[in-house]
């Protein structure tokens, strides 16, 4: 192997891998997912910018400043794999998004689809994405997806599962 591949590889190998977002990691959790993950999302409370623990935080309810406590969501890296079984209270396992769209697809039989196609953002056509949700019925092949253009395959990506998720929750409710 010639050193310019290798090291085309190595920098492959390096890129960043894109977590859920948090509202995305919270329907997860909702609808089961219990896969293991190398982080999590999960919530502090805050007093004056400042994290305070369980006790600190009845202190002040009880001295009636509960309105000065602020709760902040955050993405946590652990030293130890995270799973939603652990059912940590304010955790919610953070996967990379190609893991979720795989729990998605193999647990409730919906794909995620990003393509490319070309779209006029106002400033002519230029490369766009969108995504699409697929599931096998009873009646056929079901598709469900919002009309909308992204600059980018991430957010494309991002917007699908979040959708996806959201369909199938609404879906369960209207069961």
Same mark, same amino acid.
């Given at each position: 192997?010639?050193?310019?591949?290798e090291?085309?590889?190595?920098?492959?190998? +390096?890129?960043? %891998?894109? &977590?859920?977002?948090? +509202?995305? =990691?919270?329907?997860?959790?909702?609808?089961?997912?219990?896969?293991?993950?190398?982080? =999590? &999302?999960?919530?502090?409370?805050?007093?004056?910018?400042?994290?305070?623990? %369980?006790?600190?935080?009845f202190?002040l309810?009880?001295?009636?400043?509960?309105?000065?406590?602020?709760?902040?969501?955050?993405?946590?890296?652990?030293?130890h794999?995270?799973?939603?079984?652990e059912n940590? #209270?304010?955790?919610? *396992?953070?996967?990379?998004? =190609?893991?979720?769209?795989?729990?998605?697809?193999?647990?409730?039989? /919906?794909? /995620?689809?990003?393509? #490319?196609? /070309?779209?006029?953002?106002?400033?002519?056509?230029?490369? =766009?994405?969108?995504?699409?949700?697929?599931?096998?019925?009873?009646?056929?092949?079901? %598709?469900?997806?919002?009309?909308?253009y992204?600059?980018? &395959? %991430?957010?494309?990506?991002? *917007?699908?599962?979040?959708?996806c998720?959201?369909?199938?929750? +609404?879906? +369960?409710?209207?069961?």
């Amino acid at each position: 192997m010639n050193g310019l591949f290798e090291q085309q590889i190595s920098n492959n190998m +390096k890129r960043e %891998e894109t &977590y859920v977002i948090s +509202k995305s =990691a919270d329907l997860l959790k909702k609808l089961g997912f219990d896969w293991y993950c190398d982080s =999590a &999302y999960c919530t502090a409370f805050t007093h004056n910018g400042e994290e305070i623990d %369980e006790d600190e935080e009845f202190e002040l309810k009880a001295e009636g400043r509960g309105k000065e406590i602020k709760r902040v969501k955050y993405g946590s890296i652990f030293n130890h794999w995270y799973s939603n079984k652990e059912n940590y #209270p304010g955790c919610a *396992a953070r996967p990379t998004l =190609a893991f979720a769209r795989k729990w998605i697809r193999e647990t409730l039989n /919906v794909d /995620v689809v990003v393509a #490319p196609c /070309v779209h006029d953002f106002g400033n002519g056509n230029e490369l =766009a994405y969108f995504y699409n949700c697929s599931r096998i019925t009873e009646n056929g092949l079901d %598709e469900f997806y919002k009309n909308v253009y992204f600059h980018t &395959y %991430e957010e494309a990506e991002q *917007a699908g599962v979040l959708f996806c998720l959201q369909t199938i929750i +609404k879906d +369960k409710k209207n069961d």
